[in-house]
C-alpha cells in the first residue's frame, strides 16, 4: 500500500484505481461493507455532531460511512480533486449539487444538449422553485459570455461529451469564462470518466458522474458523485445531510470492486469502439458515423485537445431511416437493445425511442439527431465478435 500522499500522485490510474480509498480493516484486504445505520455515540463522533461538522461517524449514509468513504477516496484521487462526495444516483448528485448554489432567483446558463434527466429536472423543477434556467450553446463561447455579462450568475453547468451527439465542450474556456464572471463552473463528465479526462485540471470547480454507467460498469446498480475542493464538498454534504439521496454501503462495496477495473475496462471498450466506429464508416448501409476519435467528427481536433481517450461510445446514422434502425437493432444478437451505457455488456439504442420519445420528429432532427440515429455503448464483448453481429444485423436491411 502506497500512503504517501507525495508519492501517491505520482502513481498511475491504474494504480489508483485499485489502491485508491481502499480502507482495510481487521488485516482484511478489502474495504468491509459496513452495513450499519447507525454507530456507537463516542466522545469523537458526538464532538463532531453537535459542532456540525461534516461526516460525524453517527449516523450512516447521510452523515459518514466507511463503506461510501472508500468509493470517495477513490474518486477524488482520480480526479485530482481535494475530495469527493457519493450519492444514491447519478441525479442526485445532480440536483444536491445545484441545490447548495441555487435558490430563488439565482441564475444557472446551461445548454439544452444535457443528459435528459438533467433538463427534466431543470424545466420541472428549478423553474418551479423560481430559479432562472437559461439556455445557450455551450459550444458558442461568445453566448456564453454574454449570457454571464447580461445578469449576476451563480451556476455554468456542461457536461464534457454529450448524449448522443458526442459533442466535445471546450473545459479550459468555459472554466476561464465562469472565473472572469465568478460562476461556479460544473460539468458532468460522465462519459469521459476521469481516466480521459480531468476537468479540475482544465480549471473547473467541480466535476460530477453518474456511476451508473462506466465508472461501476457493471449495469447492476445507481449512484452518483460530485469532486472538488474540500471547503465546497462540505457544503455540499450538508445538501446530502439534508435531502437525503445518500449512498447505501454494500452499493458502494459493489462500486468500489467496479472501479477497480475502470482504466482497463475502458481503454479495451474504447480500443473496440474505435476499431467499429472505422468499419463501420466504410459499411454501405451506414450514413454516418458519429465518433470523437473519426477525423470526420466536427470536434476531433477539440477531442484531441480535451480527452486522452476517444471513449467506448459510438452513434451512426442507418440508411433508411428509423424503421431500418429498428429492423437492425431486433437483429442483433451480441449486443442488448437496452438504454443506459458503460457497462462490460454491449448496448444498443435508438434516441427516436428513448432518449429523445418525447421530442418531435422536427425538433429531433433540427438538433442533429437524424432519421435512423443509433447509439452505441461498446462493452468487453472481442471485436470481432461486436463487428459479425452488425454485418449481419445490417445484411438484413
Ligand atoms: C445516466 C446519466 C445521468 C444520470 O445518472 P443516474 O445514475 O441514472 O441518476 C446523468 N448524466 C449523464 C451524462 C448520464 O449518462
Excluded at 229 to 258: C, Y
Excluded at 315 to 324: K, L, P, Q, T
Excluded at 359 to 371: F, P, S, Y
Amino acid at each position: 500500500m502506497v500512503s504517501n500522499a507525495n508519492d501517491k500522485k505520482k502513481l498511475g490510474k491504474g494504480t489508483k484505481s485499485v489502491h485508491s480509498g481502499t480502507s482495510p480493516s481487521e488485516n482484511s484486504l478489502n474495504t468491509p461493507v459496513y452495513q450499519t445505520s447507525t454507530f456507537y455515540l463516542d466522545d469523537k463522533g458526538y464532538k463532531m455532531w453537535m459542532a456540525g461538522e461534516p461526516r460525524a461517524p453517527v449516523y450512516s449514509g447521510r452523515y459518514y460511512n466507511p463503506t461510501n468513504r472508500a468509493v470517495e477516496r477513490k474518486i477524488a484521487d482520480l480526479e485530482g480533486a481535494e475530495d469527493a462526495l457519493v450519492f444514491s444516483s447519478g441525479m442526485a448528485a445532480i440536483c444536491t449539487t445545484l441545490i447548495n448554489f441555487l435558490g430563488q432567483g439565482d441564475r444557472i446558463v446551461t445548454t439544452r444538449n444535457l443528459y435528459g434527466g438533467t433538463v427534466g429536472v431543470l424545466d420541472q423543477d428549478f423553474v418551479r422553485f423560481g430559479i432562472d434556467v437559461h439556455y445557450v450553446d455551450v459550444r458558442d463561447l461568445e453566448a456564453v459570455e454574454n449570457a454571464l455579462k447580461e445578469k449576476e450568475t451563480k451556476v455554468l453547468y456542461c457536461e464534457t461529451v454529450t448524449n448522443p451527439l458526442l459533442e466535445i465542450s471546450d473545459l479550459p474556456a468555459l472554466a476561464a469564462l465562469a472565473k472572469k464572471y465568478g460562476a461556479v463552473s460544473i460539468v458532468d463528465s460522465t462519459f469521459a470518466t476521469p481516466i480521459s479526462c480531468n476537468p479540475i485540471e482544465y480549471g473547473f470547480d467541480l466535476v460530477i458522474h453518474s456511476l451508473t454507467k462506466m465508472l461501476n460498469g457493471h449495469s447492476d446498480l445507481l449512484g452518483g458523485t460530485v469532486a472538488g475542493k474540500t471547503k465546497v464538498i462540505d457544503k455540499i454534504w450538508e445538501k446530502l445531510r439534508n435531502f437525503g439521496g445518500s449512498m447505501d454501503p454494500h452499493q458502494a462495496s459493489l462500486v468500489e470492486r467496479g472501479m477497480k477495473t475502470l482504466q482497463i475496462r475502458y481503454e479495451r471498450s474504447t480500443e473496440t469502439a474505435a476499431k467499429l466506429a472505422n468499419w463501420l464508416e466504410s459499411h454501405p448501409k451506414i450514413k454516418k458515423v458519429i465518433y470523437p476519435g473519426l477525423e470526420s467528427h466536427d470536434d476531433y481536433e477539440l477531442s484531441k485537445k480535451i480527452l486522452s481517450n476517444s471513449g467506448n461510445m459510438v452513434s451512426f446514422v442507418v440508411n433508411g431511416g428509423d424503421d431500418e434502425g429498428r429492423k437492425m437493432l431486433n437483429n442483433m444478437n451480441v449486443a442488448s437493445q437496452a438504454i443506459s451505457l458503460g457497462g462490460v455488456e454491449s448496448l444498443i439504442s435508438m434516441p427516436y425511442a428513448t432518449t429523445h420519445a418525447s421530442w418531435t420528429q422536427e425538433a429531433r432532427v433540427a438538433a442533429g439527431i437524424d432519421l435512423g440515429f443509433v447509439r452505441f455503448s461498446t462493452g468487453l464483448e472481442d471485436f470481432d465478435d461486436l463487428k459479425n453481429d452488425f454485418d449481419q444485423a445490417l445484411s438484413s436491411l
